[in-house]
Structures are given as structure tokens and as C-alpha cells.
């Protein structure tokens, strides 16, 4: 798989509004291929915004983080494969994973697993029932998450070594909590430059903020496919 600096730039319309998404896009133009539509944008009428910049020759990343009985999970990936969107995440559990890759067999549609959320820690997991901690969890989901034909995994940038190792180069490694240097973290904590999540083996970078709420939004775009382009040398 060989992507260009500007294919591995996914940037997140984290937005309140199919109208302010619209700007964005617009603003952005030519300089970015791939977005992510997640909940809010979502649920504020921007599922026909995805099918729109697939039409547009713009690919999306669908984050619903799916999670349910095996036959509700394969009936909504079967709607959206309709979409034509590039990623949907689902969250890392056996029956999930499994109803998704069926449904979506025969299709371009490429899922990604979300092990355990990165606001979870050993006792977040512990109060919700987990036995294991967090390193064993997400280890056990992303080899499973291999062996059952996912396609690739949503980590922080500091866990692509890792996983690399855990499930070679068979699985895509898409990275948020990415800062470039100088842009303010918000409420990401552990943020790793666009340049340090390429060294370490990200596949994709997700970037919101730092673009979208940029005072110029194609130059912030811009710079970070430059720092990808250099790093990927
Ligand atoms: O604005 P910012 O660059 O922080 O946006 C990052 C995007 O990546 C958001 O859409 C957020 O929901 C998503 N994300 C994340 N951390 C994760 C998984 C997803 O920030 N562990």
C-alpha cells in the first residue's frame, strides 16, 4: 500500500452543523481527500454530507463506533456500504467484529476496531467488569480483531510500535490526538506531532481541531501534509 502525504491525512468535521462542515470543506478544497464524520456531525444531518463527498471524489471515515447484536450490527453495515464511505470503527468485540466483516463482504468498505477507548484506565475497566487491564485488553482485541479480518485499528500514535509488532503489516493504523508543534492540545493529553506519529508506523493521522478551528484552515492543512511528506522520507 503506497498513500500519498495528502491520502493519510484524515481530518476530523468534528461540527455542529452540515452548514458549518460545508464551509470547511469548501475552505479546505483541493488540499484535503478524506473526513471523518462522527456523532455530532452525524446526528445533525450529516449522513447525507458522506454520501455527498463520496460524490464528490472525497473519501470518508464513518466513526459510529458500532456496537450491538450481531444481526443489528450486520443490517447497519449493510446500509452503510450503501454509502460508499471508505472506514467505519466498530468496537473490538468477537460477535461485532464478526456480523461487520460478513456484511460487508464483497464490498471497498474498510473496518476499523477500536480496542478500548483511550479515556479508559485499569479502573475505568475494572468498574465497568473487566477482570484485565488495559494493556491486556487492547492486545487481546487487536490480535482478534486480526484474525478476524479487520482491516485496521484506531490507536494512539504511541501504541502503532506495539501493534505493529502485534499484527505486522496486515492492519492500517489510524491515529488521533495528533498536535502539531506550537498548535494547543485542548483536551487531548498525550498528542504526538504529525511528524513523531509517522516515525512511529500511523498509517493515517486524524486531525480536528488544529484545522478546523486554524484561522486559515488549507494552510494548517497544508503544513501538516508537508510534515507528513518529510517524515515519510
Ligand atoms: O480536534 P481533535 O484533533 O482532537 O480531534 C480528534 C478526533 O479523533 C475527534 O473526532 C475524536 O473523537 C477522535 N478520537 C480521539 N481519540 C481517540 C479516538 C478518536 O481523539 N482515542
Redesign the pocket.
Known amino acids: 500500500m503506497t498513500l500519498s502525504p495528502r491520502e493519510r491525512l484524515i481530518v476530523?468535521l468534528?461540527l455542529p452543523s452540515v452548514e458549518a462542515a460545508e464551509k470547511i470543506v469548501e475552505r479546505l478544497g483541493d488540499t484535503v481527500a478524506f473526513y471523518?464524520i462522527?456523532y455530532q456531525l452525524g446526528f445533525a444531518g450529516g449522513l447525507p454530507l458522506a454520501r455527498a463527498l463520496v460524490q464528490a471524489g472525497k473519501q470518508v471515515f464513518l466513526?459510529m463506533k458500532l456496537h450491538d447484536i450481531a444481526n443489528t450490527v450486520a443490517c447497519g453495515v449493510e446500509s452503510i456500504v450503501n454509502m460508499g464511505v471508505t472506514f467505519l470503527t466498530v468496537h473490538a468485540y468477537p460477535q461485532t467484529m464478526q456480523a461487520a466483516v460478513a456484511a460487508r463482504a464483497g464490498s471497498s468498505l474498510k473496518l476499523l476496531a477500536?480496542t478500548v477507548?483511550?479515556?479508559y484506565d485499569d479502573i475505568d475497566l475494572h468498574e465497568a467488569g473487566y477482570a484485565l487491564g488495559v494493556d491486556e485488553v487492547v492486545t487481546d482485541r487487536a490480535k482478534r480483531a486480526h484474525d478476524l479480518g479487520l482491516d485496521g485499528i484506531?490507536c494512539?500514535a504511541e501504541e502503532c510500535p506495539a501493534l505493529h509488532l502485534l499484527v505486522g503489516n496486515d492492519m492500517v493504523l489510524v491515529t488521533?490526538?495528533?498536535?502539531p508543534v506550537g498548535s494547543a492540545h485542548?483536551?487531548?493529553k498525550r498528542v504526538v506531532t504529525p511528524a513523531n506519529a509517522i516515525a512511529a508506523g500511523a498509517d493515517y493521522l486524524?486531525?480536528?481541531?488544529?484545522i478546523?478551528a486554524a484561522p486559515d484552515p488549507p494552510a494548517a492543512a497544508a503544513a501538516i501534509i508537508a510534515d507528513i511528506a518529510a517524515a515519510a522520507h
Open positions: 476530523a468534528d471523518k462522527g466513526d477500536v477507548l483511550t479515556s484506531v494512539s488521533p490526538g495528533i498536535r485542548a483536551d487531548q486524524v486531525v480536528g481541531r488544529p478546523t
